[in-house]
């Protein structure tokens, strides 16, 4: 068995994980779009009326209409979404920059190889609350480090763990509870009217399937996103995939487009982003035979959550933001 | 833009291929799941009665039995098919082995620069029918120069272009029209219980898109193959991606479980396969909580179809035969 397999399947016995099992844990009290809200007669009740919400309500009308020339057939009508920071809170850093923490400072205590990396030292130096403060470029080795070396459903498994306590270290409230209820309702009602969504993100795809198919009711192979390369191994003819750390696919920028060329094969005619990441997505939908749905979250609601873009380390907002319209993208 | 790009989207359009269009051809004719067939009493009716079937049937009922110690949760029901040889006809040779020397030979005519590589050569001094007595390895190269250089959507329909009235060297049957009828019936029995059916294949993904999505009523995200990395321009703010020849990811052995983990991120509890390439996904699908479904088409009717298994240079079936009994692999 490969090294750092072998020491990390270690680990995740050390950290208590049992043996895979088929029954998923529910997380208790968070919304899926399994139980959907209530709808009264506005699907998007939540959207402030104006241009944006009637845009919305134009394209789904014109694309589902077989008469009219914006048509687009049912198995064509492909969603993409990013994730952090256009589905859920990404403020002050990433879900999955806390669970890094979290999962690091388990491995220095139950590890003591692997603690005397400088990696540990210097992200057990600082606080919980400090991850926001860390250069992301300097944190990136840790999800490596924490990713690694276990086999998909344990760590899947252990990021699922996590997020059923794991609370914002700023509003206090359960990660899994801080969707977006608009976003929330625009997939129902896109979900509705035969569109297959997809969520394509920066975020390591693993961690996302752990919640995303609970929060949002979106299956796992509809979620792409960066990734390790996977090894496989077999022991009595039993075969079991793991996490490499030998090379990584980031999933941002264009490789948003080429991502969604081999996993979806075709192209997006709704795409929804918040940062520059999420540009090409949005072009590539534009470059379709009918006019897509182009929508970018602009965060400047300091009241009810928080006002941040071009400032923001970890998913700078700033030539998509510039460029939103003359691009014909709706913030 | 890229030189190849250009000289093959100029290829492309010399062959008088239109716009991207919304509206994907009917294949007509073609038998679709979409159309079930009729099934009287009997789901299985192509199948003999015997202990496959047995083994089938009691599979189904204790997966789908939530009182039974074997039961698999339905959002944990995933099957994964290969594709040539186990679910459509292989033989002599696959279907894309006939389809890249058909557009090289329009190359040929119509690119008079392409045409001087010597691997155009050694293909067109061949008839058609010789595509099978070719060794592969020495045939890959014709795919790169195929496969590569236009847009992922032109590609698709180029492909289904073809396919249209494309036959079989010996039946003279359309291509289309050769799916197994028996596995057509298991894939129906397997969706109607809740299983999510995907194809893994080590033919171009893109090749299976153009198809599978009509002729098994599979969606084109749940077709995992062989692919080139795809590249991504945009013109005007219109965004293309393109097929490039610069990597090419090929999923068979070890990469099927591989690809499963990216592009699925659960692990299969049906696994059907008929060569070598396919030990590592049953494997995969063995390492499970409970005891999963998983077949080998072993091609042994020479009278309805085609005898073939050890000697068959594309897809020699040696290994997994021999050991199909010691893994508990049903034949």
Redesign the interface.
């Known amino acids: 068995m490969h090294e750092v397999t072998r020491r990390a399947l270690f680990g995740a016995v050390a950290m208590g994980l049992a ?6 844990p529910r997380m208790v009290g968070a919304q899926s779009l399994a139980t959907p809200v209530a709808v009264s007669g506005d699907p998007l009740s939540s959207w402030t009326d104006g241009l944006v919400k009637t845009r919305i309500l134009t394209f789904i009308a014109e694309s589902t209409d077989p008469g009219h020339p914006n ?3 049912k ?2 009508r492909i969603a993409t979404f990013d994730n952090d920071g256009t589905l859920w809170c990404e403020y002050p850093a990433p879900a999955q920059a806390y669970f890094a923490l979290s999962v690091a400072r388990r491995i220095a205590e139950t590890d003591l190889e692997a603690s005397r990396k400088p990696i540990f030292h210097e992200v057990l130096d600082n606080s919980l609350d400090d991850v926001a403060n860390i250069d992301p470029d300097q944190y990136y080795p840790l999800f490596d480090a924490v990713n690694s070396g276990t086999t ?2 344990r760590f ?1 498994g252990l990021c699922r763990g996590w997020l059923e306590t794991a609370v914002h270290p700023i509003t206090k409230r359960r990660w899994i509870d801080m969707v977006y209820q608009p976003q929330r309702e625009l997939m129902a009602l896109l979900a509705a009217n035969g569109f ?1 969504i ?1 969520v394509v993100t920066g975020t390591s ?2 961690f996302v ?1 752990a919640y995303a ?1 609970v929060i949002y009711g979106i ?5 792409i996103g960066t ?1 390790y ?4 191994e ?1 022991v009595n ?5 793991f996490v490499t750390t030998e090379e990584n696919t980031v999933v941002t920028d ?1 490789q948003k ?2 991502s ?8 997006p005619v709704v795409a929804v982003g918040n940062s520059d990441g999420d540009l ?1 997505m949005l ?8 006019p897509p749905l182009t929508l970018l979250v602009h965060h400047t609601d300091a009241d009810r959550e928080f006002a941040y873009d071009r400032n923001y380390e970890w998913s700078p907002f700033v030539s998509a933001l510039a460029d939103a319209s ?3 993208f709706t913030l």
Not at 19 to 24: F, L, N, Q
Not at 229 to 232: E, N, Q, W
Not at 237 to 241: D, I, L, S, T
Not at 260 to 267: K, S
């Open positions: 043996v895979e099992r088929h029954h998923m048509f687009v057939p198995s064509l998909q459903q899947i297959t997809f795809v693993d399937r198919p299956p796992s192979w509809q979620l990734s390369d996977y090894g496989f077999t003819g039993r075969g079991q995939v264009l487009s080429t969604i060329a081999l996993q979806i094969g075709l192209r090409e072009q590539y939908a534009k470059g379709g035979p009918t003359r691009e014909g």
